[in-house]
C-alpha cells in the first residue's frame, strides 16, 4: 500500500518534473512545477514530516509560486525563442553531464545499506509535529532562525532597490 | 517499508532534472523553476534522512532551506524584471554585457 503510494506520488513529481523542460511557455512550466511540489508535499506526509509538508503547500506552492506566475504575467510571457544555434554544443553536452550526474547519485544510493525507514507508530512518532519544530526551532537552533529573518530582510530591501524604475 | 534509497534514488533524479533544465533552456524564468526545483530534490533527501534517523536537524534545514529560496525568488525576479526592462527580451544570451 505505502509502496503503491510512494510510486504513484514519485512517478507524478518526475512527469511534472520533465514537463518543465518539455514546454515552451514559462507559465506551463510554472504551473508544472507546482504539481511536483504538490507531490512532495504528499511524500513528506507519508515521511512523517507534517509541518514541512504543510510550509511546502502554503509558503512553496502559495507564495514562491505566486510571485513566479505574477512576474511571468507582468511580462507578458514571452515564448522562448528557438535561436539556440549560438549554443547548441552546450545544449549537446548537457546529456552526457546528466547521465555523469545520475550515474554518480545512483553509485552512492546503491551503497546505502539497504534498511527500511523505521515504521510509522515506532517510538519517536513526535518526530515531524509543529510542536517538535517548534521546540527545536527556538532553543537549539535559535541563531539560525534569527540570522534567517536578517536574510529576508535583506531580501526584501534588495528586491525593491533592483525593481524600482531608474527616474525617481 | 519504503527503503530509504528509493527516497534517495527520487531525489537524485530530480536534481538531475534540475540541472539539465539550466542547461538547455534559454529563458531566464525557466531557468530559475528548474533552480528551485533542484532545491527540493535537496530537502527531500534531508526530509528523508531526518525521518530516517528520528533526528529534527534536517526538518528544521528544510525549513532554512525554504526561506533561502524564498529571499533567492524575490531578488532573482527583481533582477529578471529589470533585465527585461533593459533589452526587452528573457534570452540569457541577449544578457552578454559581460561576455569577453
Redesign the interface.
Known sequence: M??AL?IIF?VI??AS??N??LQRN?MY??LS?IG??VS?SA??I????Q??AA??IV??AG??MV??VF??M??NA?R??S??D??KW??A???P??GL??AE??Y???R?P??????LD?S?SG??TTY??GT??FTE?LL??EV?SV??L???V???V??R?QDD | ??????????S??????????V?????A??I???I??ML?AV??TF??L???F????G??F???V??????????G??????I??NRE???V?DADAMKL
Request: glycine residues 4%; charged residues 10%.
Open positions: 505505502e509502496k510512494f514519485a513529481a518526475v518534473a520533465l518543465i523542460l514559462p512550466s510554472a512545477l511536483t511540489l512532495l511524500l513528506y507519508m515521511l512523517r514530516a509541518f514541512i510550509i511546502q509558503v512553496y507564495a514562491i510571485l513566479f512576474v511571468i507582468l511580462l514571452p522562448e525563442q535561436n539556440v549560438k549554443q552546450l545544449r553536452l548537457a546529456i553531464f546528466a550526474l545520475l547519485a545512483s552512492v544510493v546503491w546505502v539497504a534498511r527500511a525507514m523505521p515504521p515506532s519517536s518526530v515531524g517538535s519544530v527545536k526551532l537552533y539560525p532562525f534567517t536574510l529576508i535583506m531580501a526584501i534588495g528586491a525593491m533592483l525593481a524604475r | 517499508m519504503i527503503p530509504l534509497s528509493w527516497y534517495l534514488g527520487l537524485a533524479l530530480l536534481f538531475t532534472i534540475g540541472a539539465v533544465g542547461f538547455i533552456k534559454r529563458n524564468i525557466t530559475f523553476l528548474c528551485e526545483l527540493n530537502n527531500l526530509v528523508s531526518s525521518s530516517y528520528g533526528d529534527m536537524g526538518q528544521l528544510v525549513f532554512i525554504m526561506t533561502v529560496a524564498a529571499a533567492e525568488a524575490a531578488v525576479l527583481a533582477i529578471i524584471i529589470s527585461f526592462r527580451s528573457l534570452n544570451d
